[in-house]
């Protein structure tokens, strides 16, 4: 972090100094009291079960630089340090960020959409890195919290910024556009996560499609045009709220694109698996080019044309934005391929949707080999009313799947809402299909079924707790 003053950050903040020295240096900033050393400010959230001021005696006994409060607290005396106060710490640290990330005049990437937002963002960043000192989100710090800690990050020498931004409550999105101002953005798909929240595809279209509010003419939108998102993003994005109709380019796969010819962008054809990853012929406007990856799946071919896009455009040489994918691998829990025994465990359990989920499923059909596939699903949890028919419509999509030749040889699901999944095979096929009542039960069930060469695919939402499943079924 570039350093900064106690002075500027309640000037940024709009806070009142309540006691300590105006010019003490900032050299970084937490919202996690244990994370906080010296020169550092802590940011106090107030959380369901957690009220952080708490801690502030300790990280001002521990030299921290300032503390941030909405509440009285007293000078310590004799301890080093500052209080600013708010009248709200979470907007003040958003506040913070936003004032933090203008002092800097470079590229910033948002990456939003319902699913594939991770695994995109690190391609991308994995490209411009072959060219660029560049800043990606850690992990999925994507959050109103998580973008402001990360927009500290940026350094005096960083030259590209790749910021995921996710959002789950309309009006999300304005308030990560304030603290990020991205330059360009990446939306990845417009699927069912949150819509319990949203309530429809296309207020999730719109509420994302926000990413492009500042933008401007000189402003590039790559969205993918898969299914019937080229449909969806020109009918939704709302190019009203910012100064300009910004450029907008399509991405995806040819075969999957239902749009007008020829308004694909970037795209993959010719897509062929092969052992432990996918080969295809990427199209871009001056021409074409063969790339391997060494992950599965159409969804990850999608984010690598994305990638590769968004690389050509700022000049990455386009032999080193094919060896950045080629080289990529997944962070934990997000399609990790792991050996047990002779078996293949396909590790998504990072979290889920009907979307994502049906895309893996592809993936697990499209594995090489003649091993079994066997999905073991779990809940999809903040679909709301629509939560019923949303599961049943995997199931569906199993059937469907099935009677083009690419079947499940078995199916296990956990959880309250997967059990429709469960009913709907059972009661439309004859791939083999049992709903467990506990992770438990799950365990077992894998462990006696799982044989030497079979594929197994694990995923579901993170509170389903599948990742557990994944660590008893390696330890057998």
């Known amino acids: 972090m570039k350093p900064i003053t106690v002075k ?48 502030i005696p300790d990280v001002l006994s521990r030299g921290a630089a300032c503390v941030v409060s909405s509440e009285h607290t007293p000078d310590p005396g004799g301890a080093t340090g500052a209080c ?53 989100t850690y992990k999925n710090m994507n959050s109103q919290v998580g973008l402001p800690l990360m927009v500290f990050h940026i350094e005096e020498d960083t030259e590209m910024v790749v910021f995921e931004m996710g959002v789950s409550m309309p009006g999300e999105m304005n308030r990560l556009v304030d603290i990020a101002c991205p330059s360009a953005a990446v939306m990845t798909n417009i699927g069912t996560s949150h819509i319990g929240n949203m309530g429809s595809r296309e207020n999730i279209c719109a509420e994302k499609g926000r990413i492009i509010r500042d933008f401007g003419e000189d402003g590039k939108l790559f969205a993918c045009g898969n299914g019937d998102l080229y449909d ?43 052992d432990g990853g996918e080969q295809f012929t990427f199209f871009y406007p001056e021409g074409s080019t063969e790339v391997k990856l060494s992950v599965m799946g159409d969804h990850n071919v999608s984010n690598a044309v994305v990638a590769l896009a968004v690389g050509l455009t700022y000049r990455v040489p386009l032999e080193d934005a094919v060896e950045a994918v080629k080289e ?31 895309s893996n499923l592809r993936a697990l ?69 049992k709903s467990c009542e506990d992770n438990f039960e799950l365990i077992r069930a894998v462990k006696e079924t799982m044989q030497k060469d079979d594929w197994i695919l694990f995923k579901g939402s993170r509170g389903m707790h599948l990742d557990e499943v994944v660590e008893a079924v390696l330890k057998q």
């Open 328 to 358: 990529y691998s997944p962070l934990d829990m997000r399609g990790v391929i792991r050996d047990c025994n002779g078996a293949h465990l396909i590790d998504d359990t990072y979290n889920a949707s009907p979307d994502s989920i049906r």
């Open 8 to 55: 500027e950050a309640c000037e940024a903040m709009n806070g009142t100094l309540a006691w300590g020295d105006p010019s003490g240096v900032i050299t970084g900033v937490h919202t996690d009291s244990r994370e906080i050393g010296t020169d550092d400010l802590f940011v106090p959230i107030i959380g369901a079960r957690v009220d952080a001021h708490d801690f």
């Open 232 to 274: 969806m993003v020109r009918k939704n994005i709302p190019y009203d709220c910012c100064d300009g109709h910004c450029g907008t380019f399509f991405y995806g796969i040819k075969s999957d694109f239902s749009g007008e010819e020829g308004s694909l962008t970037y795209y993959a054809d010719d897509i062929r698996a092969q």
């Open 365 to 433: 059909f499209s594995h090489p080999g003649d091993g079994r596939r066997i999905a073991v699903l779990g809940d999809v949890l903040e679909l709301g009313d629509r939560s019923e028919e949303l599961h049943r419509s995997i199931g569906a999509y199993i059937r469907s799947e099935a009677k083009a030749g690419r079947r499940l040889d078995q199916l296990f699901t956990v959880g309250n809402e997967s059990k429709c999944i469960t009913d709907f095979v059972n009661s439309n096929t004859d791939i083999p299909a």
């Open 84 to 136: 600013i106060y708010v009248d709200d710490t979470l907007e003040a640290l958003q506040k913070l960020a936003a004032w933090y990330r203008r002092q800097f005049d470079i590229p910033v990437i948002g990456v939003t959409g319902s699913v594939g937002k991770t695994s995109t963002k690190e391609m991308i960043g994995a490209v411009l890195e072959k060219k660029y000192r560049t800043l990606i």
